[in-house]
């Protein structure tokens, strides 16, 4: 049983200030609808509704092609990601030295499905395609940290040891 996060969109007034001084310098450019869905995630770590709306405003844009160029590429989300993210690589070397049974086990440990977060926004799990660290399968990152030649013991270990964070 997984548990579905829902999350409440909380604005700073830094974030808001700096949307606005983005729109001011992007509004009325031709191609403008990239770098502002960039610059929004940059500011708010996702893309929430309500920024993809004020977006839609700004640039005069249908809000179903923000939308949908949003969806297109991978870069974007629309879930705000944990303060760690653990990507479990399922690449063919990976995959075949068990990392299968890592990411299951952090999905079940974390109480969430891969490419979903935590309710507390501690963790993002998600599975990746070959990171190229095909040497030291089965791999993790965390956020930035790789971590290689794992057993799901090992792997258990790196998750208690980010757990234990504040």
Avoid: W
């Avoid at 299951?104 to 507390?120: C, H, M, N």
């Amino acid at each position: 049983m997984s548990i579905e996060a829902v999350f409440e969109f909380v604005e700073t007034k830094s974030q808001y200030q700096e949307f606005q001084t983005c729109m001011a310098e992007l509004k009325g450019h031709p191609g403008a609808q990239m770098p502002a869905l960039q610059d929004a995630q940059r500011i708010y770590g996702y893309l929430p509704i309500e920024i993809l709306k004020r977006l839609s405003n700004e640039l005069e844009l249908p809000l179903e092609e923000l939308y949908s160029t949003a969806t297109f590429y991978a870069q974007f989300t629309f879930v705000p990601k944990g303060e760690y993210t653990i990507s479990v690589c399922m690449g063919t070397a990976c995959y075949v030295k068990g990392a299968g049974d890592i990411l299951d086990s952090f999905a079940t440990e974390l109480a969430i499905e891969p490419g979903k977060t935590t309710v507390d926004r501690k963790f993002t799990l998600e599975s990746c395609r070959c990171i190229g660290a095909c040497g030291l399968a089965p791999v993790l990152t965390v956020n930035e940290e790789v971590y290689g030649r794992l057993s799901k013991k090992k792997a258990d270990k790196v998750l208690v040891t980010y757990q234990k964070m504040d």
